[in-house]
């Protein structure tokens, strides 16, 4: 199967650091799996995702997307943008509309859809994230976990085949992540391949079918999560090992 | 905040906006071009009736919210009402003190004039009540929206109302943070707590655009803001109400004061 993205040694350094976000990164990322992104924070999960929606273009090394490489002219974005969708860390980033219903339209109206095909979509997405009963209410007056369901249902209505989940997990409680695994799995029985930051290494044990470990901005393994979590060596160098001992617990 | 909640949560929240603007923008618009405080007094009344007891919004909270506004409009009145001098006042006044050289005096006609400045902004403003009380921001720009005004100041007026929550919400975090680490605690650190609360928010505010720019990139942002239109219920009791109350309005203002 064509994996989804390529990187080839794609270098990227923030405006005024010193230090390299991405640093000669090289990853094949696969098509339909449930990935998991690991790594520290700084380690680069947020500038990858970035890349791979095109918000940020590489100073050097290329990306392809299914194959072809990636084009940063208005339209090829547009059509980018449409297949892979981005769940921010923070759903107040991206909850920009007064009312949930209409926040939840601006990705399909901006697709160029009929609003007829708009509302339905909306509703469609609310319906998967359980949040029908939200749609009048205003953004502000929603709790973390509606808000990270709300920002879910804003990308789920563009109908992408890519969802990146930006640590969406980290800053909601036990029973909204379920909701959120819930809605992931759901993505996923329909062929949505999912990259899912995070630090948690039991969302690799239980969730991911891939993962992929980033360290100092470049790939520090990708693999099964077999081959990751029954390898002591990688989990050492990966400073994986200091956090496993979590995974044990829950276990 | 408190507006907001109301606004959310009261009995007209799904009536066409458009309905709710027209009463409330003639009715503002007949205090103002008729001037009679007769005409203002009902405007006030019946605002607050409509506002009360057919959006059910709480008396207690209508009532304060007018007693601040009547509070600022009576302090900016006593300009009108009130003459200080240091020459010797008219003979017609209605009252007069004396404080050495100073005269502080009032007249039947400035009061008349502050009574009916009063009155005239009172009924005006509670039109703009029921308005804010029963219409939330968001349909209020639906509302403009439909009227064409231009997009892009639709979708400023959207963003700065959307931002305004979340500038709050930061702003009551770092502050809840300082007091936690004794910010506040002597006037002298409250300057330096409040200066650095300041500068934080600014740059907070300025990452929080960034990042709000790149979620809207993600999800095919191209210069406007489209988003879906709401949909609203006519409500013809209201209507009706409405064409009565402009009606005596304009009733009242033939009877002479």
């Excluded at chain 1, 379920?178 to 329909?190: G, R, S, V, W, Y």
Aim: hydrophobic fraction near 45%.
């Amino acid at each position: 199967m064509t994996p989804v993205f390529e990187f080839s040694d794609v270098r990227f350094r923030h405006n005024g650091q010193s230090d390299c976000a991405l640093c000669g990164l090289t990853v094949t990322i696969p098509s339909g799996e449930k990935i998991a992104v690991v790594g520290r924070n700084g380690s680069g999960k947020s500038t990858l995702f970035l890349h791979c929606n095109g918000l940020y273009r590489p100073q050097q090394g290329q990306i392809r997307f299914n194959g072809e490489p990636f084009s940063y002219t208005r339209s090829s974005l547009r059509q980018l943008r449409q297949r892979v969708a981005i769940v921010f860390q923070n759903p107040d980033d991206q909850l920009f509309s007064a009312s949930v219903a209409q926040d939840i339209s601006f990705g399909p109206l901006n697709l160029g859809l009929s609003q007829a095909e708009t509302a339905r979509r909306v509703q469609q997405a609310a319906e998967l994230c359980a949040i029908t009963h939200l749609l009048d209410r205003p953004t502000h007056a929603l709790s973390g976990g509606e808000k990270a369901r709300v920002a879910m249902a804003g990308v789920l209505a563009m109908e992408p085949s890519v969802v990146l989940a930006d640590e969406l997990l980290s800053a909601i409680d036990p029973w909204a992540r379920l909701d959120i695994f819930e809605i992931l799995q759901t993505l996923h029985d329909h062929g949505t391949t999912i990259l899912l930051a995070t630090h948690d290494l039991s969302v690799v044990r239980y969730w991911a079918t891939y993962v992929i470990v980033l360290q100092h901005g470049t790939v520090a393994f990708s693999g099964t999560p077999q081959q990751l979590l029954h390898n002591h060596s990688l989990l050492e160098a990966t400073e994986l090992s200091k956090i496993w001992w979590t995974v044990k617990l829950e276990s | 905040m408190l507006i907001d909640r109301y606004a959310y949560g009261n009995r007209l929240r799904h009536t066409e906006p458009a309905l709710k603007a027209g009463i409330a923008l003639t009715v503002l618009t007949l205090c103002l071009a008729l001037d009679h405080p007769l005409t203002s007094l009902w405007a006030l009344g019946w605002m607050s009736l409509l506002t009360v007891a057919v959006a059910r919004i709480p008396a207690k909270v209508f009532g304060r919210i007018l007693l601040g506004e009547s509070t600022f409009l009576a302090l900016a009145t006593v300009g009108i009402a009130v003459t200080f001098t240091v020459a010797t006042p008219p003979e017609a006044t209605l009252w007069h003190w004396r404080l050495g050289s100073l005269w502080i005096f009032g007249t039947a006609e400035e009061l008349s004039t502050a009574l009916r400045t009063v009155f005239r902004a009172l009924g005006a403003v509670s039109a703009m009540n029921f308005l804010a009380l029963t219409t939330p921001l968001v349909d209020l720009v639906e509302l403009l929206r439909r009227w064409h005004v231009p997009g892009a100041l639709i979708d400023i007026t959207a963003m700065v109302y959307r931002a305004t929550f979340l500038l709050l919400d930061n702003l009551n975090r770092m502050r809840t943070a300082q007091e936690c680490r004794l910010g506040y605690a002597t006037a002298r650190n409250s300057m330096h707590s409040a200066a650095l609360l300041g500068g934080n928010l600014f740059m907070k505010t300025f990452q929080q655009g960034r990042r709000f720019q790149y979620a809207l990139d993600a999800r095919g942002f191209d210069g406007e803001l489209r988003v879906l239109p709401a949909k609203y219920q006519s409500n013809p009791t209201l209507a009706m109400w409405g064409v009565s109350g402009v009606i005596a309005m304009l009733g009242i203002w033939r009877i002479p004061v």
